[in-house]
């Protein structure tokens, strides 16, 4: 009886784990134990790591985005937030553009698709998905 009770209880130990890493995979963090690097950033410390992601992030979007941006994307005070989301293979999508006056149209899609591949963010040692939400002001003249 004794060795039934303890496979038991090993049993739902490995069913719960397994569980709670399914659930990790499947929920968007916005915050996480290590967040997403991107291509390139390879510090020696997460906070140097999470620099040069922003960093990385922004000069992809002043030479590749918005070139491609039209007036349009622009709210009234310049500001504009872009959001997406760091799978668990390291791959951005789900693309949009916070207090935005328009819908992205197809080329910058496509362009934000070319992003590099980053390391995925891990929580507890598990890659997950993490969003990002990146603010930075345009000016248009």
Do not use: W
Not at 61 to 87: C, R, T
């Amino acid at each position: 009886m004794k060795h039934f009770l303890l496979l038991f209880f090993i049993l739902f130990i490995f069913k719960t784990k397994a569980q709670e890493n399914t659930a990790f995979k499947e929920e968007i963090f916005t915050i996480v134990e290590e967040m997403p690097i991107y291509a390139g950033c390879n510090k020696s410390s997460q906070q140097l790591n999470n620099k040069c992601t922003i960093k990385g992030i922004i000069n992809f979007l002043l030479d590749s985005v918005l070139p491609l941006a039209s007036e349009k994307i622009v709210n009234d005070l310049g500001k504009i937030y872009l959001s997406f989301i760091v799978d668990v293979d390291g791959s951005a999508r789900s693309f949009s553009f916070l207090n935005s006056d328009s819908t992205l149209n197809e080329k910058i899609i496509n362009k934000l698709m070319e992003m590099p591949k980053f390391t995925p963010g891990k929580q507890r040692g598990i890659p997950v998905k993490v969003k990002y939400r990146i603010p930075f002001y345009v000016r248009i003249e």
